[in-house]
């Protein structure tokens, strides 16, 4: 019943859209593909192995640093499975087949090493092939060849659950030949780097059993059997892989193995069309028949859409003639991370969706986040506008209501995290009996809105590229009011001065909030694990004492989550002597540089932070400051107070508690809100809601004049977060909420004014010459999430050091839309020059070291695939 409410709220755009263009090969046209001639791919045949599809999966769980796929198989169309191509260095043997991974509702996991490795006997004996590989954008190739005999293999997805082979066999010997199909399931659980755990899935696993079967026809089935409490695997109990030919074998199973043949004689030329299914559900595979039959029957058909769908993304998207070879072909691999990471609607999401990175064990499954959504819809409007849209509806189809069954003082809230399943906490108010235990799904923040400059990017494209005036303005009328409603709730849940500049913040929900309290914890001197508390008096009262070495709440951590900025050093994170503690292997010099907070009291203090170290029963290090004097005490607690992040808990009327905001104005939030303004009012132009426009513009001019009055600090030459200090406001007087954060250091959110276009010519001078310092961000990988001189700068920590590739567009954009090209251009040769692999045929990494260019994070990352594709597009000229 909830579904189906769902899919009824959908507007007749959508519908249409989600009928014609989501199912590359739904066919409605049932001519015979032998009155349809095959197309050739002319645009991405130029473009082979742009990204490395190979691989020869063992285990189910078989990963690379971070615990994310060791591969990049081939994802496309939405489908929730994956092929990889056999790497014919390490395993020759394994020519003729295609490895197979499945998304397990949440998870990527290997499912075989090999399905349908195809081997031929001419007159009984084993023919002796020669074998090439090779991808390009939308397809895997194989072509074996021995003396006589010539077999061409080509696989293409050609609906939302189904993929193609195509195998041609010239046969000029004469003789006859038998073709011999073997399948492979994984056997191991889990390996790192090639060390393999010695467990098998059964062992480890016992309740995902995987049975096949086989009809008459040789046709196969895998049934998974339920598995809900791994974090690397979840099955249902009814999803299932089917293997479907064209032509009738003999089929045998041998417990994880089978083998399929066919006898085909002395013929010239033999085509055989074999389709690979993966269904989460019954209901699913239930639908899947048909379209599977309708594939078999119209083979040609389903192929050429696969053709030529890939034919328009490319000739659209790649537009840039300036743009050199290598710069093109790191566009289309961004092309390729995109499509791959899209998914097809299931459970809780409707819609088509593009999640962070298919590959990535947090970030795949219809996994889907506001922050990512924006900028991948930004990119994806240029190639896949369709897509875009349908990404910006998953997630304003959970946009809170003022009904919510949860939260509905958040009428308006956009959910961090949604898709195929809802959390326990929803699904259990929803009284749902299925999609309703997710282990992924958030809804303690939000995150920044740029939906209205994604949003309007979609609508110019739309209208002026693809020249579909009606349907853009059709899209407008659809978003506005919902772009609006969250909008509004930025001022009605995190404006807690009530001046117009909201805050980040969080949400109430278990993980911050207990009866009511809000949950925090610390460590005193000595301690590994934390201290747990509850209310914000006793909170605050801590953090007056300093009767702590860390201290820190779930909240902050999901206010730091809402800027998309995880754990930031403007948000008060940074590394404690309490990081020292519990190590096996520390000396006293590797415990100061751990202790970024007793060096940053050195500096500025003069606090003594030379420490001892002894050691505990279980040989792990016990650290302490070696002059505990209160006096130099007092000079620590200085500076834990330049680090403590407050909290305001704002109420509805009757004082219950319905949220909280930082104690901070943040510089970034602020321009994305001067931008949402800008955005809005040029949408509501276009609608004709001229009054709303006109409040919506004057928005944008107050709250750029707050920027450069309140957030910019002239000494430094740099934008930064405000604090929320009446005491503070008293003395400047001038309308501001408090002083500039400086003591945290510089950070990208500093280059946001100029992303936004909130600047002016002056202070956007003094930033830029932040920027091009070697001694702050102009290092060998430009721009990193914290200048080098940050105190709590790390080359290898997440957000505070590690560069990030849309923060790293936000700033050469806003660099050359200040008139700084030159040196924007220098930033993006060095980043293309540097980052490791980004020209080669490894995948587009999440985040890359800013000393280094080492890869780091997520492999396959959609927002840095996004910004990638937008320097292709709009900077390079």
Known sequence: MIKQQTLAKKTLLAAAIGSLMFTAGCNSDNTNSTTEEKKKPQVAAKFQNILDRTGTPKHLAEVSA?????????????????????????????????????????????????????????????????????????????????????????????????????????????????????????????????????????????NLTRDMTADNNGNIELQFGKERDSWWVRTRGDSAFNIQRSITTDTHINGLDYQSVANIGAVANKTIYTVFSHTLTAAEWQKEQSIVKDILANPIHYINASTTRWENYLTNGLVNKNATPEQERV???????LTGNWRSPAGMVSYDTVTPSVTARWFSGNLTWPWDTW?????????????????????????????????????????????????????????????????TWNERNTKPSLASWAVWEVYTTLKDKYNRADEAQAWLQEMYPQLVEYHNWWLTARDTNQNGIPEYGAAVDPEHTKDGQLIYKYKLEGDKEWRVEYGIDKYNALLESGNYVDISSPAQTAASWES????????????????????????????????????????????????????????????????????????????????????????????EVIGYSLMQESVDQASYWYSDNKYLAQIATVLGHDAEAA???????????????????????????????????????????????????????????????????????????????????????????????????????????????????????????????????????????????????????????????????????????????????????
């Open 66 to 206: 971070g615990n994310h796929m060791a591969y990049t198989p081939l994802h496309d169309d939405g489908a929730w499975h994956g092929h990889l191509l056999p790497d014919l260095q390490q395993h020759p043997e394994n020519m003729g087949g295609f490895g197979v991974t499945a998304i397990a509702e949440e998870y990527n996991t290997s499912v075989a090493e090999y399905f349908d490795k195809l081997s031929i006997l001419k007159d009984g004996q084993s023919v002796n092939f020669k074998a090439t590989v090779y991808s390009i954008p939308g397809a895997l190739i194989q072509t074996m060849t021995a003396d006589g005999i010539k077999v061409e293999m080509k696989l293409q997805f050609v609906s939302s659950r189904s993929s193609i082979v195509e195998t041609t066999i010239s046969n000029e010997t004469g003789a006859d030949i038998a073709l011999v199909w073997n399948g492979k399931l994984v056997d191991g659980y889990y390996a790192k780097d090639g060390v393999a755990n010695p467990e098998t899935v059964a062992e480890k696993l016992p």
């Open 331 to 337: 566009a289309v691999k961004a092309m390729e991370t």
């Open 375 to 439: 900028k991948q819809a930004y990119a994806m409007a240029h190639f896949n506008p369709d897509l875009a849209m349908a990404n910006i509806r998953t997630v304003f189809e959970h946009q809170v209501k003022a009904d919510d069954v949860l939260r509905p003082y958040d009428k308006g809230y956009l959910l961090d995290v949604v898709g195929m399943n809802m959390s326990k906490q929803r699904g259990d108010a929803l009284s749902l009996t299925e999609f309703n235990d997710a282990q």
């Open 564 to 655: 998309g900025r995880d754990d930031a050093a403007v948000f008060g994170f940074i590394d404690t002597i309490a990081d020292a503690q519990g190590l096996t292997d520390l000396t006293t010099e590797q415990a100061k540089v751990i202790d970024q907070l007793g060096r940053y009291a050195k500096e500025k203090y003069q606090f003594d932070n030379e420490v001892t170290i002894t050691w505990n029963s279980k040989g792990e290090s016990v650290v302490k400051y070696t002059d505990e004097t209160p006096a130099n005490n007092d000079l620590l607690n200085k500076a834990k107070k330049d680090w403590q992040v407050k909290f305001s808990e704002n109420k509805d009327a009757s004082g």
């Open 695 to 877: 409040v919506f513009t004057a928005k944008a001019a107050d709250t750029k004049d707050y920027i450069n009055q309140c957030m910019f600090d002239r000494e430094t030459g740099f934008y930064y977060d405000i604090n929320i200090d009446a005491e503070q406001a008293r003395s400047l007087n001038n309308g501001c909420a408090g002083n500039p954060i400086v003591e945290r250091g510089m950070g990208a959110e500093g280059w946001s004014p100029l992303f936004n276009g909130a600047a002016n010519s002056i202070t956007a001078a003094a930033v830029v010459d932040n920027m091009m310092d070697v001694n702050k961000f102009n290092t060998k990988v430009p721009l990193g999430t914290a200048a080098a001189d940050n105190p709590a700068y790390g080359a290898d920590i997440y957000w505070r050091g590690r560069v990030w590739v849309d923060q790293f567009y936000f700033g050469v954009k806003g660099m050359a839309d200040y008139g700084y090209t030159k040196q924007a251009n220098e930033m993006v040769n060095k980043l293309f020059k540097n980052a490791e692999g980004l020209t080669l045929d490894r995948p587009i990494q999440e985040n890359y070291n800013p000393e280094t260019g080492a890869v780091q994070g997520a492999n396959n990352f959609s927002w840095s695939s996004a910004h990638l594709y937008m320097l292709y597009n709009d900077f390079l000229k």
